[in-house]
């Protein structure tokens, strides 16, 4: 497939020396001390605020030339690995929206870590999706049990690749543990360690935190997965022109990937971002503009030059509700992303800017991802899919529809979806004139009135619960 483009050859050696120099001259503030030292010992020199860090060029470029082309996702069951990029598209659901608009009621509320449950074994249901990005918090959480309360109920209902963040590595470590007990032991976990981690280390403009960063240092040491979005914002922490956003989150990626590979050299890195414009209007979050896939597809033609898997929070929407709105910002901005290149697309079940999660969006985008999987395999031309000699028997005037080809190839050529309405009117009225966020509930209903079958067996659940007192349920099924 030729991918669109938004920048040409010259374009793209331009945003990748403007990055440097930014890095060489502007520099990082790093905030996290660990990293500030890995970076000077590397070479990097320190300025006088004893905080910002400059990068010289020949050590940026260095560490680029280590970079490899391919990350894995892992999950329980090794038939949902995935690889990017030659199984693109990945299609992963948005993430830590801190409510959830309550199926039963239809009323927004706190999500909790029953409902995280419930989430996860819908994703692992809906074909469409690669990976579960734990789409909530949990505000029913114990003290001091804030990620476990979302990892546990997510990996319990769930075989797919799992994957989210931790706020302290205090709390990194025993999700750690969780992922060791569930895999059989800390050896068997290395092996194939079960949880994907993500974090957001890089606040721009061009800042890296302190706890995040600590948790990305000591998981690039320990050869776990582990990569991070770039998240500037044109106008606001970006500067207002497209170009320049680009350039400043390239230097973004670029510092971060290097800190990657002083630690590790090959760790493998996803160019992932969430760049986005801001209306200046009111200088509201617009995640679901135009502007946002314009950002990701010039990120993944800069990843392209790196030769790294590109994606990010792409596909998610402004609206509050399930309406056009939220239908045309998800499909505009995957669709021109996947035409753009683009591996990873964290798009699925959120409204209102990445807030709250809705059964029936999550519901509506896997139909969205399975389009977009659709559209990316094309069309095979081949003397079976030209069909010349059933085009010579039925002739002119013909039909086509009562041949065994047709038959042969009705499911592998046309995508039969689930919630788009295809019947004629009368038809459609007959059947009681269902909208597409009705009959998405009902699905999401229908899954969630069913055992999950993919639980963690009771051996398991007993080591997590003695070793994680007062742990919550996480178990999943229709409970609204």
Same mark, same amino acid.
């Given at each position: 497939?030729?991918?669109?483009?938004?920048?040409?050859?010259?374009?793209?050696?331009?945003? &990748? !020396?403007?990055?440097?120099?930014?890095?060489?001259?502007?520099?990082?503030?790093?905030?996290?001390?660990?990293?500030?030292?890995?970076?000077?010992?590397?070479?990097?020199?320190?300025?006088?605020?004893?905080?910002?860090?400059?990068?010289?060029? =020949?050590?940026? !470029?260095?560490?680029?030339?280590?970079?490899?082309?391919?990350?894995?996702?892992?999950?329980?069951?090794?038939?949902?690995?995935?690889?990017?990029? @030659?199984?693109?598209?990945?299609?992963?659901?948005?993430?830590?929206?801190?409510?959830?608009?309550?199926?039963?009621?239809?009323?927004?509320?706190? =999500?909790?870590?029953?409902?995280?449950?419930?989430?996860?074994?819908?994703?692992?249901?809906?074909? +469409?999706?690669?990976?579960?990005?734990?789409?909530?918090?949990?505000? @029913?959480?114990?003290?001091?049990?804030?990620? $476990?309360?979302?990892?546990?109920?997510?990996?319990?209902?769930?075989?797919?690749?799992?994957? =989210?963040?931790?706020?302290?590595?205090?709390?990194?470590?025993? $999700?750690?543990?969780?992922?060791?007990?569930?895999? +059989? +032991?800390?050896?068997?976990?290395?092996?194939?360690?079960?949880?994907? &981690?993500?974090?957001?280390?890089?606040?721009?403009?061009?800042?890296?935190?302190?706890?995040?960063?600590?948790?990305?240092?000591?998981?690039?040491?320990?050869?776990?997965?582990?990569?991070?979005?770039?998240?500037?914002?044109?106008?606001?922490?970006?500067?207002?022109?497209?170009?320049?956003?680009?350039?400043?989150?390239?230097? !973004?990626?670029?510092?971060?990937?290097?800190?990657?590979?002083?630690?590790?050299?090959?760790?493998?890195?996803?160019?992932?971002?969430?760049?986005?414009?801001?209306?200046?209007?009111?200088?509201?979050?617009?995640?679901?503009?135009?502007?946002?896939?314009?950002?990701?597809?010039?990120?993944?033609?800069?990843?392209?030059?790196?030769?790294?898997?590109?994606?990010?929070? $792409?596909?998610?929407?402004?609206?509050?509700?399930?309406?056009?709105?939220?239908?045309? !910002?998800?499909?505009?901005?995957?669709?021109? /992303?996947?035409?753009?290149?683009?591996?990873?697309?964290?798009?699925?079940?959120?409204?209102?800017?990445?807030?709250?999660?809705?059964? /029936?969006?999550?519901?509506?985008?896997?139909?969205?991802?399975?389009?977009?999987?659709?559209?990316?395999?094309?069309?095979?031309?081949?003397?079976?899919?030209?069909?010349?000699?059933?085009?010579?028997?039925?002739?002119?005037?013909?039909?086509?529809? @009562?041949?065994?080809?047709?038959?042969? &190839?009705?499911?592998?050529?046309?995508?039969?979806?689930?919630?788009?309405?295809?019947?004629?009117?009368?038809?459609?009225?007959?059947?009681?004139?269902?909208?597409?966020?009705?009959?998405?509930?009902?699905?999401?209903?229908?899954?969630?009135?069913?055992?999950?079958?993919?639980?963690?067996?009771?051996?398991?659940?007993?080591?997590?619960?003695?070793?994680?007192?007062?742990?919550?349920?996480?178990?999943? +099924?229709?409970?609204?």
């Amino acid at each position: 497939m030729d991918y669109a483009k938004i920048l040409n050859d010259e374009e793209i050696k331009e945003i &990748h !020396e403007s990055s440097l120099w930014i890095l060489e001259n502007v520099g990082i503030k790093v905030r996290n001390e660990e990293a500030r030292e890995i970076f000077v010992k590397a070479g990097c020199k320190l300025q006088d605020d004893g905080l910002t860090v400059k990068f010289p060029v =020949s050590l940026v !470029e260095s560490q680029i030339k280590n970079f490899v082309p391919k990350f894995t996702f892992r999950g329980r069951n090794p038939d949902y690995d995935i690889t990017l990029p @030659d199984d693109r598209p990945c299609v992963v659901t948005g993430s830590s929206a801190p409510d959830i608009v309550d199926p039963g009621t239809g009323e927004r509320r706190r =999500s909790t870590s029953t409902d995280i449950a419930n989430i996860s074994f819908l994703i692992n249901e809906l074909k +469409g999706y690669d990976v579960f990005s734990i789409s909530t918090l949990a505000a @029913d959480a114990p003290e001091g049990q804030f990620s $476990i309360s979302r990892f546990y109920p997510a990996l319990k209902n769930c075989e797919k690749p799992v994957r =989210s963040n931790t706020p302290s590595l205090k709390e990194l470590l025993d $999700i750690l543990e969780l992922g060791e007990i569930i895999a +059989g +032991g800390k050896e068997a976990y290395r092996e194939r360690p079960i949880i994907n &981690h993500h974090y957001c280390p890089v606040i721009s403009p061009l800042t890296m935190d302190v706890d995040s960063t600590s948790c990305v240092i000591y998981l690039v040491r320990e050869g776990l997965p582990v990569y991070g979005t770039i998240v500037p914002n044109a106008g606001i922490s970006g500067p207002m022109t497209l170009a320049g956003t680009v350039a400043i989150g390239n230097a !973004e990626f670029l510092a971060l990937a290097t800190l990657f590979q002083i630690i590790r050299p090959g760790t493998p890195l996803i160019y992932a971002v969430l760049s986005t414009a801001a209306d200046m209007r009111t200088g509201a979050y617009i995640p679901g503009a135009i502007e946002t896939a314009i950002l990701q597809i010039a990120h993944t033609q800069m990843a392209m030059f790196y030769n790294v898997p590109s994606g990010g929070y $792409i596909g998610l929407t402004n609206s509050h509700v399930n309406d056009s709105q939220s239908g045309y !910002e998800t499909g505009m901005n995957t669709t021109a /992303a996947l035409m753009g290149g683009a591996d990873l697309f964290n798009m699925g079940g959120l409204l209102g800017s990445l807030m709250v999660f809705d059964f /029936a969006k999550a519901v509506i985008d896997n139909e969205i991802a399975l389009m977009l999987k659709r559209l990316a395999r094309g069309i095979k031309v081949n003397k079976e899919t030209l069909a010349l000699d059933l085009i010579a028997e039925v002739g002119p005037g013909g039909s086509f529809m @009562d041949s065994m080809h047709t038959l042969q &190839h009705m499911k592998d050529q046309v995508l039969f979806t689930e919630v788009s309405e295809r019947d004629m009117f009368q038809i459609w009225e007959k059947k009681g004139k269902t909208d597409a966020a009705t009959k998405a509930l009902a699905i999401a209903k229908k899954i969630l009135s069913k055992e999950n079958p993919v639980g963690l067996s009771e051996d398991i659940d007993k080591r997590l619960r003695e070793r994680f007192k007062g742990l919550v349920e996480g178990k999943a +099924g229709w409970c609204y």
